[in-house]
């Protein structure tokens, strides 16, 4: 469907179907993204960015496709084994532990220990060095995480879940409900994670405008189906509400028959 | 949004004010901040207060016995700190206290088993019990509270059939140095209780276990998905919890020189035990809590108990004050945890 590359894609999904019952959640997905790329997912509420995300993420089966990472064909078991295979879900508020400082969860389960102790300095010192590469700006990582705004949440997820090897993210909604110095900075941090080029990147969103900005390619999932595939310079803000919005029309037309 | 402006605004702002009173709010967050604060701060006050009252309060014999009062309630809040952090609770603790020296009992007298060996198999079978609750709580999924209060009295009904309902001596084998050293000597109990709050403070605060526990019972969902198993941390805590109770019931009849299925136990040590947890600014919602704060929560009703007995108020006032106290210092704790949310970014 798009235009293959020399490259490998980090991820490729063929013919992913997904039935819920009498309900078909997807029909045919046909996606991929490269390394380093950020590939934008937009469409309406109900059309099966979710579902779709989960599957990728391992918490679902598909009924049907394969799946594959860097080129080999895998069988997700897990959200643990989709872990393992570099593909990790940044949930905007499931994420981390409020009640743990900053640099605890940045290193949760993956704890650097001295027996028996904690080796909180090593920890301490990690975590600011690595949010810091990452352009994450905390005054202070020993900080209890239920003091930080969810802008600062999002890109500590986020910094985690690169800091433990991530090769594909995926983004659930990364901006939504939060103001605009926020999904600034969010923004900014997944526009140095494209720079860097070593984690492919998939953000469903909702504002047009912002997914045109940061991301390199965008697809449209309409009715369990990816309709549109361009390149974010190919493409404009018009062209996508164009869509949305004849989606939206087509379907009160096919109604009211 | 406004949100967002004025969280970001605040550091310009305090780099305007003083230093003087950048300093007051440095150590008044301090102070907030520790939540052992406020109970050490109330611990010191009844004692002045008490002091004040009657001088037999500092006595020596006077504080041994407060020591004696203290040591239980610690112990078995240490194990009630930690369920409660990871978002459980246990009422059995208590009852498995009771049970536990008469399984000491029935290893030696009946079996023949030495002091030495029957006191871990004693302090064993309370854990199993602990293993017990733990394993219907995180695999049958029943609330804890359920569970707890079930195995309660199942093993109250088990004590009471086993032992006939009737106090035994303690074994003499148990008699002797074992005696002195587990309960009867005027400072063995709280030297215990001290040693057992400074192991669980380190381990709530400085080790991996610690950090599951907060984890597993402030985010569940978000410990799940990091991959700790929340089960395994749970369940332990379960068996940790038992254990102490069942440590607790052998110091107690060694203290007593008796093993008496209707005291030392039941729901008052629970009861007690939790008071302390919540007193000591453990939150009942999970995913906070201090062990340190607990012993002194501990500390505070033996205080309260020991004070007031001395002084001459009546058991049944002693209640009274002891309810109106845990309630009090709930809802301080409620509005103290709401200020330390809002104060600060």
């Given at each position: 469907?798009?235009?293959?590359?020399?490259?490998?894609?980090?991820?490729?999904?063929?013919?992913?179907?997904?039935?819920f019952?009498?309900?078909?959640?997807l029909?045919?997905?046909?996606?991929?993204?490269?390394?380093?790329?950020?590939?934008?997912?937009?469409?309406?509420?109900?059309?099966?960015?979710?579902?779709?995300?989960?599957i990728?993420?391992?918490?679902?089966?598909?009924?049907?496709?394969?799946i594959?990472?860097?080129?080999?064909?895998?069988?997700?078991?897990?959200?643990?084994?989709?872990?393992?295979?570099?593909?990790d879900?940044?949930y905007?508020?499931?994420?981390?532990?409020?009640?743990?400082?900053?640099?605890?969860?940045?290193?949760?389960?993956?704890?650097?220990v001295?027996?028996?102790?904690?080796?909180?300095?090593?920890?301490?010192?990690?975590?600011?060095?690595?949010?810091?590469?990452?352009?994450?700006?905390?005054?202070?990582?020993?900080?209890?995480?239920?003091?930080?705004?969810?802008g600062?949440?999002?890109?500590?997820?986020?910094a985690r879940?690169?800091?433990?090897d991530?090769k594909?993210?995926?983004?659930?909604?990364?901006?939504?409900?939060?103001?605009?110095?926020?999904?600034t900075?969010?923004?900014?941090?997944?526009?140095?994670?494209?720079?860097?080029g070593e984690?492919?990147?998939?953000?469903?969103?909702?504002?047009?405008?912002?997914?045109l900005?940061?991301?390199?390619?965008?697809?449209?999932?309409?009715?369990?189906?990816?309709?549109?595939?361009?390149?974010?310079?190919?493409?404009?803000?018009?062209?996508?509400?164009?869509?949305?919005v004849?989606?939206?029309r087509?379907?009160?037309r096919?109604?009211?028959? | 949004?406004?949100?967002?402006?004025?969280r970001?605004?605040?550091?310009?702002?305090?780099?305007?004010?003083?230093?003087?009173?950048?300093?007051?709010?440095?150590?008044?967050d301090?102070?907030?901040?520790?939540?052992?604060?406020?109970?050490l701060?109330?611990?010191?006050?009844?004692?002045?207060?008490?002091?004040?009252?009657?001088?037999a309060?500092?006595?020596?014999?006077?504080?041994?016995?407060?020591?004696?009062?203290?040591?239980?309630?610690a112990?078995?809040?240490?194990?009630?700190?930690?369920?409660?952090?990871?978002?459980?609770?246990?009422l059995?603790?208590?009852?498995?206290?009771?049970?536990?020296?008469?399984?000491?009992?029935?290893?030696?007298?009946?079996?023949s088993v030495?002091?030495l060996?029957?006191?871990?198999?004693?302090?064993?079978?309370?854990a199993?019990?602990?293993?017990?609750?733990?394993?219907?709580?995180?695999?049958?999924?029943?609330?804890?509270f359920?569970?707890?209060?079930?195995?309660?009295?199942?093993?109250?009904?088990?004590?009471?059939?086993?032992?006939h309902?009737?106090?035994?001596?303690?074994?003499?084998?148990?008699?002797?140095?074992?005696?002195?050293?587990?309960?009867?000597?005027p400072?063995?109990?709280?030297?215990?209780?001290?040693i057992?709050?400074?192991?669980?403070?380190?381990?709530?605060?400085?080790?991996?276990?610690?950090?599951?526990?907060?984890?597993?019972?402030?985010?569940?969902?978000?410990?799940?998905?990091?991959?700790?198993?929340?089960?395994?941390i749970?369940?332990?805590?379960?068996?940790?919890?038992?254990?102490?109770?069942?440590?607790?019931?052998?110091?107690?009849a060694a203290?007593?020189?008796?093993?008496?299925?209707?005291?030392?136990?039941?729901?008052?040590?629970?009861?007690?035990?939790?008071?302390?947890?919540?007193?000591?600014?453990?939150?009942?919602?999970?995913?906070?809590?201090?062990?340190?704060?607990?012993?002194?929560?501990?500390?505070?009703?033996?205080?309260?108990?020991?004070?007031?007995?001395?002084?001459?108020?009546?058991?049944?006032?002693?209640?009274?004050?002891?309810?109106?106290?845990?309630?009090?210092?709930?809802?301080?704790?409620?509005?103290?945890?709401?200020?330390?949310?809002?104060?600060?970014?």
């Amino acid at each position: 469907m798009t235009t293959p590359g020399l490259t490998t894609p980090a991820l490729r999904v063929a013919g992913i179907a997904k039935r819920f019952g009498a309900l078909t959640a997807l029909r045919e997905i046909n996606l991929e993204v490269g390394k380093g790329e950020v590939l934008g997912l937009i469409g309406d509420n109900g059309a099966g960015k979710s579902t779709l995300i989960k599957i990728i993420c391992g918490y679902h089966r598909p009924d049907a496709g394969q799946i594959f990472v860097n080129g080999d064909e895998v069988v997700l078991r897990s959200v643990d084994h989709a872990r393992s295979l570099g593909i990790d879900t940044v949930y905007q508020d499931l994420a981390l532990v409020n009640e743990l400082s900053v640099y605890h969860n940045m290193f949760l389960n993956r704890e650097l220990v001295r027996w028996p102790l904690l080796s909180n300095r090593t920890m301490r010192r990690r975590a600011e060095e690595h949010l810091k590469d990452m352009g994450v700006d905390l005054p202070d990582v020993t900080v209890e995480v239920a003091k930080l705004s969810g802008g600062q949440r999002q890109a500590i997820a986020v910094a985690r879940s690169v800091y433990s090897d991530a090769k594909v993210l995926l983004l659930d909604e990364p901006l939504a409900a939060m103001g605009a110095k926020e999904g600034t900075m969010i923004l900014d941090l997944i526009r140095d994670l494209k720079e860097r080029g070593e984690v492919s990147v998939i953000i469903i969103a909702h504002n047009y405008a912002q997914v045109l900005d940061v991301c390199d390619r965008v697809n449209l999932l309409q009715h369990g189906e990816i309709t549109f595939d361009k390149r974010s310079r190919d493409t404009s803000l018009e062209e996508l509400t164009e869509l949305v919005v004849a989606e939206y029309r087509g379907g009160r037309r096919r109604r009211h028959k | 949004m406004a949100d967002t402006a004025s969280r970001t605004e605040k550091p310009a702002e305090e780099a305007t004010s003083g230093k003087v009173s950048a300093l007051g709010r440095t150590l008044l967050d301090g102070f907030l901040r520790r939540r052992e604060a406020s109970v050490l701060l109330v611990a010191i006050g009844l004692m002045l207060y008490f002091r004040a009252s009657t001088d037999a309060f500092l006595s020596r014999d006077n504080i041994v016995n407060i020591a004696q009062a203290t040591a239980p309630t610690a112990i078995v809040a240490v194990g009630i700190v930690l369920l409660l952090v990871s978002g459980e609770i246990d009422l059995s603790v208590g009852i498995v206290a009771a049970f536990a020296p008469f399984l000491l009992h029935f290893a030696i007298d009946f079996y023949s088993v030495p002091v030495l060996l029957a006191f871990p198999l004693a302090i064993a079978l309370a854990a199993c019990i602990g293993l017990i609750n733990g394993l219907i709580v995180t695999k049958l999924h029943v609330p804890s509270f359920v569970v707890t209060l079930g195995t309660f009295f199942a093993i109250q009904g088990l004590l009471l059939i086993t032992s006939h309902a009737y106090p035994v001596p303690i074994p003499e084998e148990m008699k002797g140095r074992f005696q002195t050293w587990i309960g009867a000597g005027p400072w063995a109990s709280i030297t215990w209780a001290l040693i057992i709050v400074a192991i669980f403070h380190v381990v709530l605060t400085r080790m991996r276990w610690g950090l599951h526990t907060i984890s597993v019972g402030g985010n569940p969902v978000g410990a799940t998905e990091a991959g700790i198993r929340a089960s395994r941390i749970k369940i332990g805590n379960f068996m940790i919890t038992s254990a102490l109770g069942g440590l607790v019931g052998i110091m107690e009849a060694a203290r007593i020189n008796t093993i008496d299925p209707n005291i030392g136990g039941g729901t008052t040590l629970t009861f007690y035990a939790i008071s302390a947890a919540v007193i000591g600014g453990t939150a009942l919602a999970g995913g906070s809590g201090t062990i340190i704060g607990a012993f002194l929560g501990a500390l505070v009703l033996a205080e309260l108990q020991n004070g007031f007995n001395l002084i001459g108020y009546s058991a049944n006032t002693i209640y009274l004050i002891l309810g109106l106290a845990i309630l009090v210092s709930m809802i301080a704790n409620q509005y103290l945890s709401r200020l330390r949310r809002a104060g600060r970014t």
